[in-house]
């Protein structure tokens, strides 16, 4: 199970710090990720890590602003989300993969959070 937190309202140019954190089995072993969603639009990748955790990759709409890191002590997957933009606006998704270490297609995890909705004004 994972459980996302974390969103919130905030300014442009403002940062969020979002937390994923899995319970009810160990995720330490699995690729991580977030996605988003925003209205009216289909769900997107946004950035994965890898197992060990020394691995990470980003959309090209965030590399550079957002990082995507984990605490396998904590079973937590975070994103740092900085200078932030109103096309950020969407509800974001952990998501986890048994069997892809940095998955950017949907179909690749087997576990979703509930996901947290992120809303940047301008």
């Known amino acids: 199970q994972l459980q996302a937190s974390g969103g919130g309202l905030v300014q442009a140019g403002g940062s969020l710090r979002l937390s994923c954190a899995a319970s009810?089995?160990?995720?330490?072993?699995?690729?991580m990720a977030w996605f988003r969603q925003a209205p009216g639009k289909e769900r997107e990748f946004v950035a994965a890590?890898?197992?060990?955790?020394?691995?990470?990759r980003y959309a090209g709409s965030v590399k550079g602003r957002f990082t995507i890191s984990r605490d396998k002590t904590k079973n937590t997957v975070y994103l740092q989300m900085n200078t932030l933009k109103p096309e950020d606006t969407a509800v974001y998704y952990c998501?986890?993969?048994?069997?892809?270490?940095?998955?950017?297609?949907?179909?690749?995890?087997?576990?979703w959070g509930q996901g947290t909705l992120v809303t940047v004004s301008s």
């Open positions: 998501a986890a993969s048994t069997t892809q270490a940095m998955g950017m297609m949907i179909e690749q995890y087997d576990y």
């Open positions: 009810g089995r160990t995720f330490s072993s699995y690729g």
């Open positions: 890590i890898s197992r060990s955790g020394a691995g990470t």
